[in-house]
């Protein structure tokens, strides 16, 4: 009955897939939920194991963006474009660092002073140029090249021109999106990339995002702490999506599905009682 009887301690750390015990697999988390919730005298008679497959898959996608810790990420170095491209799988960023030459991830913020909008090609007389029906892009935009032509100073610097008014508002207080020399960032999602201020041109990047967890079969893995608010997901989710179904039925397990995301969300904060002491202590020293 043991989980750990078809895996011996030789070839687990003789192999290469360590630590997957913490999780279970999208298929098992089906066939549970059949074994568990399906068949006679239980709470459902009958039903389609492609039914549950969808609700499932959904429930992966609705605890990946809230509850499951996102562990993807990926490194590259800027090349001379300033630009990288979203990852295949990607829904949303957790966030964005440079690597100095001691490994040391310092974060990186967006800006909101620029972007890369749809830049239309006009003859020298302004008209419109098309192609077919459709407008003619210009790329590169005179927003993107000029964003990256610019060579970004630091925000600490005491040169006469740092009391110019300029877009980070040194002359009457620096604004604090800008009060850090890390580099700066924006996405555009329209056309799927991430463009980098000119001062990380050669430097190392890590992007840390969030994926639905559908990427792949074995992408699509659950940890043990969110198990049973998986189950909760499917079994509202099948019931909603039937009639005759009781209200006060659907409500129950509305309320046990909120109730479960909860308590995995809580389990997966993974809060350890003597780091966080350790945070308060470094918070509590005085200021000299």
Known sequence: MGLLGTTTQNSYYSGSSFGTYQFISLDSIITNFMYIYVGENKILTKVNRTDIQFHAMRAIQELSYDVLKSFKSQEIEVPNTLKMVLPQDYVNYVKLTRVDSDGIEKVLYPTGKTSNPFAITQNDSGVYQFTGDNLTEQDPSNTWDG???????????????????????????????????????????????????????????????????????????????????????????????????????????????????????????????????????????PIK
Request: overall charge neutral; hydrophobic content about 30%.
């Open 147 to 285: 964003y990256s032509d610019q060579t970004e100073s630091d925000p600490s610097t005491t040169e006469a021109a740092d009391i110019e008014i300029d877009y980070r508002g040194r002359r009457y207080g620096l604004d604090p999106q800008y009060a850090q020399s890390n580099g700066t960032f924006y996405i555009d999602n329209l056309r799927g990339y991430i463009h980098f201020g000119s001062s990380l041109s050669g430097k190392t990047i890590i992007l840390k995002y969030v994926s639905d967890g559908l990427g792949t079969d074995s992408e699509m893995v659950v940890h043990k702490f969110c198990e049973e608010a998986c189950y909760k997901h499917i079994m509202y989710g099948v019931l909603s999506g039937r009639s005759n179904i009781p209200e006060y039925i659907i409500s129950r397990y509305k309320k046990e599905r909120f109730a479960e995301t909860r308590k995995a969300k809580i389990r997966l904060s993974n809060i350890k009682i003597e780091e966080f002491t350790q945070v308060l202590k470094g918070m509590s020293k």
